[in-house]
């Protein structure tokens, strides 16, 4: 498992680097949205995404005012989105959302391995996992604000 996690961060900071094609171009199918298992197998992931969340220290506050309902329907909207699925991403936009919350490079990568955590215990592919941590990737910059 380590050396996925370390893979997975090798390609989120390769992707920062603007050196990976696959987070600067649109899906050209949905085969993450396949691979996560469609709407059906994304809500699973992102519902125990969530409840991993909550239960982690590091993080946990940060949601305690979070209507975490609308979240995880968000969330399935935008990981359906990005995986080249049938959803449209309802949502702000990733800067106006997290603008003045304060979030730290560490806050980011803890909810990043917090997914990872989600995704292999819904049996995903490291390769799909991999897909969708590089379209995500790039919202760090948005996201962390302190």
């Known amino acids: 498992m380590k050396s996925i996690l370390r893979h997975a961060m090798a390609v989120l900071l390769a992707v920062l680097m603007g050196s990976a094609a696959i987070a600067q171009t649109p899906a050209a199918n949905d085969a993450i949205y396949q691979g996560l298992g469609g709407k059906e197998g994304i809500r699973k992931v992102v519902d125990d995404f969530l409840v991993i969340v909550l239960a982690d220290a590091r993080i946990s506050e940060s949601f305690k005012d979070v209507d975490m309902e609308r979240l995880a329907s968000l969330l399935a909207e935008q990981f359906c989105q990005l995986g080249g699925g049938p959803c449209k991403y309802s949502g702000k936009d990733m ?30 592919p490291s390769s799909v996992q991999n897909k969708l941590v590089a379209k995500l990737a790039p919202m760090q910059r948005d996201v962390v604000t302190r």
């Open 95 to 124: 800067k106006t959302i997290h603008e003045d919350l304060k979030i730290t490079n560490a806050a980011f990568n803890a909810l990043a391995e917090d997914l990872h955590i989600a995704m292999e215990k819904n049996g995903i």
